[in-house]
């Protein structure tokens, strides 16, 4: 019905940068918000950034200035450009998008994806 596809991640020392994507598909009638969280062994997910369709972004406090999330309404895909990692940012990422299925009038679903591992070596 509708998938949430990530890409990227990997290893990368400290100081080092990565950039996450992430691609929805299938029976979308409009996306509402689409963010990242993310999960560290032994820790809650946390969510770390957000990006609406009217553009604006928020993020958590411990990744301003650092990580930039950016939205491509035509491709319905969102990007998480993280710049100087810490060995804290270490977790799995996942994708999060509120979505309404086309044929369900306004009511919103929430949609995850798989996750991919982010790992900063110190």
């Known amino acids: 019905q509708v998938q949430l596809v990530e890409s990227g991640g990997g290893l990368v020392q400290a100081g080092g940068s990565q950039r996450l994507s992430c691609a929805a598909s299938?029976?979308?009638?409009?996306?509402?918000?689409m963010d990242w969280y993310r999960q560290a062994p032994g820790k809650q997910r946390e969510w770390v950034a957000a990006a609406f369709t009217s553009g604006s972004t928020t993020y958590v406090e411990s990744v301003k200035g650092r990580f930039t999330i950016s939205r491509d309404n035509a491709k319905n895909s969102v990007d998480l450009q993280m710049n100087d990692l810490k060995p804290e940012d270490t977790a799995v990422y996942y994708c999060?998008?509120?979505?309404?299925?086309?044929?369900?009038?306004?009511?919103?679903?929430?949609?995850w994806g798989r996750g991919t591992q982010v790992t900063v070596s110190s």
């Open positions: 999060h998008a509120s979505i309404i299925v086309l044929g369900e009038a306004s009511r919103s679903r929430d949609f």
């Open positions: 299938g029976s979308i009638f409009y996306i509402n918000v």
